[in-house]
T-cell receptor
Framework: DTGVSQDPRHKITKRGQNVTFRCDPI?????LYWYRQTLGQGPEFLTY????????KSRLLSDRFSAERPKGSFSTLEIQRTEQGDSAMYLC??????????????FGPGTRLTVL | QQPVQSPQAVILREGEDAVINCSSS?????VHWYRQKHGEAPVFLMI?????EQKGHEKISASFNEKKQQSSLYLTASQLSYSGTYFC?????????????FGSGTRLLVRP
């Protein structure tokens, strides 16, 4: 499978615990995005990396959230001191700049987080 | 500003047609359409760009009216596999790339 992969697919944690998710983009895709999706809503943008540089962060990304992309390959999203409001599907997408004016973002299957 | 999708839900019989609309209060660079089945990743369907360029699925068509800041997705001769939630995403430029602002989705159910 050469698509975007995410691990774990499901995570259940207790309030106050830290969690970390991993995303492996499509090989050679240098752009990587994190989105969050709650029930009945479309994905909401969280943050964006080009290679290893984090170039954009949403106001949704509080101080408890941190994302990294060491060496410009896989990325991790960590949530510290989880709260029940963090319960959501966390989606990762990747893209490669084409010759046109825009490129296609391909999504992974997501990590579903449940905070008890 | 989140785009507005309509209808919120639609039920079809196999073989029937449907139109899903997406409108924005802001000027659009492009509109991206995705389909998501329950518990799965959003799957790319189509990009519509300013100037009329389209990239995407052969069996799905769409239109993009830049002046009205609207896009419509046309699903013809629907199949059971078309069931899912359809999202439009409008492009917001960032340094060196873009982010997508998604609508809240249109749930489509195709019945035999």
């Amino acid at each position: 499978d050469t698509g975007v992969s995410q691990d774990p697919r499901h995570k259940i944690t207790k309030r106050g615990q830290n969690v970390t998710f991993r995303c492996d983009p499509i090989s050679e895709h240098n752009r990587l995005y994190w989105y969050r999706q709650t029930l009945g809503q479309g994905p909401e943008f969280l943050t964006y990396f080009q290679n290893e540089a984090q170039l954009e962060k949403s106001r949704l990304l509080s101080d408890r959230f941190s994302a990294e992309r060491p060496k410009g390959s896989f990325s991790t999203l960590e949530i510290q001191r989880t709260e029940q409001g963090d319960s959501a599907m966390y989606l990762c997408a990747s893209s490669f700049p084409g010759t046109g004016s825009t490129d296609t973002q391909y999504f992974g299957p997501g990590t579903r987080l449940t905070v008890l | 500003q989140q785009p507005v999708q309509s209808p919120q839900a639609v039920i079809l019989r196999e073989g029937e047609d449907a139109v899903i609309n997406c409108s924005s209060s802001k000027a659009l660079y492009s509109v991206h359409w995705y389909r998501q089945k329950h518990g799965e990743a959003p799957v790319f369907l189509m990009i519509l760009l300013k100037g009329g360029e389209q990239k995407g699925h052969e069996k799905i068509s769409a239109s993009f009216n830049e002046k009205k800041q609207q896009s419509s997705l046309y699903l013809t001769a629907s199949q059971l596999s078309y069931s899912g939630t359809y999202f439009c995403g409008t492009e917001v430029r960032m340094d060196s790339s873009y982010k997508l602002i998604f609508g809240s989705g249109t749930r489509l159910l195709v019945r035999p």
